[in-house]
């Protein structure tokens, strides 16, 4: 979930309240179409497997249609909707996992940002 929170986070710039309204109605595969814009998400390394593999993870009795659901362990997900706050601490956890200085400042708009630096 984390990784996929992070493509789609870097890939369409997305701010961390879009990332969690997200649903699975707004994608097309690889094509994501949402908030009045469209963005692909491409087949560098193996993005689109971690994508595709999260989408298969999707429990069929789960009721709602949002995208992202509380990890339950690597390989179940539990049928409750992922919230604003949580989402926007990933990057932080992120941070952390990674041994990164000063991790307090990875927050949810860092995704955002990274998109605008390598669009630039």
Not at 28 to 45: C, H, K, N
Not at 66 to 86: A, D, G, I, W
């Amino acid at each position: 979930m984390i990784k996929v929170e992070l493509i789609l986070g870097v890939a369409g710039a997305c701010r961390t309240d879009e990332l969690v309204n997200l649903t699975v109605d707004d994608i097309e595969d690889v094509l994501i179409q949402r908030f009045l814009r469209i963005f692909v998400v491409t087949d560098v390394g193996n993005m689109l497997e971690l994508f595709r593999k999260y989408l298969s993870l999707r429990p069929s009795h789960v009721k709602h249609k949002r995208l992202f659901l509380y990890p339950e362990s690597k390989e179940n997900v539990v049928r409750s909707q992922l919230r604003k706050n949580t989402m926007g601490k990933i990057p932080n956890v992120v941070a952390t996992y990674l041994k990164l200085p000063d991790v307090a400042c990875y927050t949810g708009h860092c995704l955002r940002r990274s998109s605008a630096t390598l669009l630039a």
